[in-house]
C-alpha cells in the first residue's frame, strides 16, 4: 500500500514539476489517452493537471484539449501566469440550441468546480466550451463563479460558457480583454 502510495506521488510529482517551464501540454477527454500525439510525454487528464497546478504559477505553457467531454472534478486556481494558452482542438459547431456554437472540447464541471487565472499576463482561452461550472452558497445570494479571470491581455476566443450553476464568467481587474 506505501508502495503505491508513493508511486501515485511520485507521477503527480513529476506532472506538477514540469509544468510551467515553456512546454507544450496535451490534455486528454476521461481518461483516453488514444488520442494522444505519439511523439509527446506530456498528455494527461485534466484532473491530474489540476492536482499539478494548484496554487502554482505557470510561465510560457501551452495546453491543447483534444475533442471530447473533460470531466472536471476539482478547482483549477491559477495564481500567477504569464504568456498562457488553453486552446481546443477542432472547429466550433453548432450546440443545444442554434444560436449557440460550441466546441469539440467541453469541460464539464463535476460537483463544486470553478477555474481561476489570478494575476495572469497574455492569456489566451479559445475553442472551448465549459459547462457547469460555479456554484451558489446554499441559503445565500453569494457563491463562486464558474470562471475567474484576473488578468492584463486577455483574449477569449469561440469560448462557451453554458449552464453555469452561479455567475459564468467574472472579471477582476481586467485590462485589454479581447
Known amino acids: ?6 508511486l501515485q506521488w511520485l507521477f503527480l510529482s513529476s506532472i506538477a514539476l514540469s509544468l ?7 490534455v486528454h477527454p476521461n481518461d483516453d489517452p488514444s488520442q494522444c500525439p505519439n511523439d509527446t510525454t506530456n498528455c494527461h487528464g485534466i484532473n491530474e493537471y489540476a492536482d499539478g497546478i494548484a496554487n502554482d504559477s505557470m ?29 481546443g482542438k477542432g472547429m466550433m459547431r453548432e450546440g443545444p ?42 441559503g445565500s445570494e453569494n457563491g463562486y463563479p464558474g470562471l475567474v ?14 449552464e453555469s450553476r452561479w455567475i459564468a464568467l467574472w472579471f477582476i481587474d481586467v485590462s485589454d480583454v479581447t
Request: net charge negative; proline share 2%.
Open 59 to 87: 510561465i510560457d505553457s501551452i495546453y491543447y484539449f483534444l475533442p471530447g467531454v473533460h470531466n472536471l472534478n476539482r478547482s483549477i486556481n491559477i495564481e500567477w501566469g504569464s504568456n498562457l494558452t488553453f486552446q
Open 1 to 6: 500500500m506505501e508502495l503505491c502510495l508513493f
Open 97 to 138: 440550441h442554434t444560436t449557440v456554437m460550441e466546441s469539440p472540447v467541453v469541460i464539464q464541471c463535476i460537483s463544486y468546480v470553478t477555474v481561476t487565472f489570478g494575476n495572469c499576463n497574455n492569456l489566451l482561452l479559445s475553442n472551448l466550451t465549459i459547462k457547469n461550472c460555479g456554484y451558489n452558497v446554499a
Open 20 to 26: 510551467g517551464n515553456g512546454e507544450v501540454f496535451y
Open 149 to 162: 479571470i484576473n488578468a492584463s491581455s486577455a483574449n477569449l476566443s469561440y469560448m462557451s460558457l453554458q
